[in-house]
């Protein structure tokens, strides 16, 4: 969000032609499978959205060749950047790139410690590439360096994320507590 959304990389000062829009058209045009109902705010949700990312950010930011420019996106004189990283797409994408590979390989369910040592690689260039932009680490960043030694003792993330507490929590709260009573023996019982 920080990087892409709040540095301004999708402005639409063009109407139907502007970046905001191809990226809207990009996202819209997608057939979710059911699953999925809304754009991300969970890190399940943010995972999917990884898998079409590279295809959506290539097609809102390519120039008439098909490439994407390492040039930073038009900016009107009333628009106000407040992030101070670099705002070059290609560079960007490039960081991107290897932070999709990453999430996509760490989250199958079935890896080996070579395969796990080879992706953490890619992360770390996705972290380095992410530093030499100006964008700073947070500590989601830090922790993600340690995926190698948390498959080596847990297994695959498959086996420990938390996407499934995180689906039933937010199934929790859609239930409607007023129907909800205890007793004096602390049972929860649904009327």
């Known amino acids: 969000m920080f990087v892409l959304f709040n540095a301004h990389m999708f402005p639409g000062t063009d109407g139907a032609n502007s970046l905001k829009q191809c990226f809207l058209d990009a996202i819209n045009s997608i057939f979710w ?64 790139l290897l932070l999709c590979a990453s999430v996509r390989m760490f989250t199958t369910r079935k890896i080996s410690m ?28 830090h922790l ?19 996407f499934a507490f995180e689906r039933f929590n937010g199934m929790m709260e859609k239930i409607n507590r007023s129907l909800a009573r205890f007793d004096d023996d602390t049972d929860c019982n649904i009327l």
């Open 33 to 96: 499978p059911s699953h999925v109902t809304r754009l991300p705010k969970k890190a399940d949700e943010w995972r999917c959205l990884l898998t079409v990312s590279l295809v959506v950010l290539w097609l809102a930011w390519r120039d008439e060749r098909d490439d994407i420019p390492d040039t930073e996106p038009p900016v009107s004189a009333t628009e106000v950047i407040k992030t101070t990283h670099s705002h070059k797409r290609k560079s960007l994408y490039d960081a991107i």
């Open 114 to 141: 070579a395969q796990a040592q080879a992706v953490q690689a890619y992360f770390k260039n996705y972290c380095r590439r992410l530093l030499a932009l100006g964008v700073k680490p947070t500590i989601s960043h």
């Open 144 to 162: 993600s360096m340690h995926f190698v030694d948390m498959l080596k003792h847990f297994g695959p993330v498959y086996g420990w994320w938390l």
